[in-house]
Nanobody
Framework: QVQLVESGGGLVQAGGSLRLSCAAS????????MGWFRQAPGKEREFVAA????????LYADSVKGRFTISRDNAKNTVYLQMDSLKPEDTAVYYC?????????????????WGQGTQVTVSS
């Protein structure tokens, strides 16, 4: 079993930056793919970014490509999402996810473990 706890959310003005963190515990973190998803009010949860266990392979949604960066520190069992040039449409609850197969994918049903989420609000 893997437990995931997100942090770093908050309120920021458009054009600003935030860095989300996700601390994992419970199993060998380094063999897992890690990802971020988000859910805006009234919308379905959507894929944001994902990383292989080594960090060598990453995947991004088109809407965040070039603005968001996923990274991980396996020694700290932590994955990060650096969010730059934030837009009001990035407002959502952001969820961290993990899966045992190390290949990063956008398909939600393939992700096995989920955090509780952290709120990100971008004001215009």
């Amino acid at each position: 079993q893997v437990q995931l706890v997100e942090s770093g959310g908050g309120l920021v003005q458009a054009g600003g930056s935030l860095r989300l963190s996700c601390a994992a515990s419970g199993r060998t973190f380094s063999s897992y793919a890690m990802g971020w998803f988000r859910q805006a009010p009234g919308k379905e949860r959507e894929f944001v970014a994902a990383s292989s266990w080594s960090g060598a392979s990453t995947l991004y949604a088109d809407s965040v490509k070039g603005r968001f960066t996923i990274s991980r520190d396996n020694a700290k069992n932590t994955v990060y999402l650096q969010m730059d040039s934030l837009k009001p449409e990035d407002t959502a609850v952001y969820y961290c996810a993990a899966k045992r197969n190390s290949i990063p994918v956008a398909t939600q049903r393939l992700w096995e473990y989920w955090g509780q989420g952290t709120q990100v609000t971008v004001s215009s």
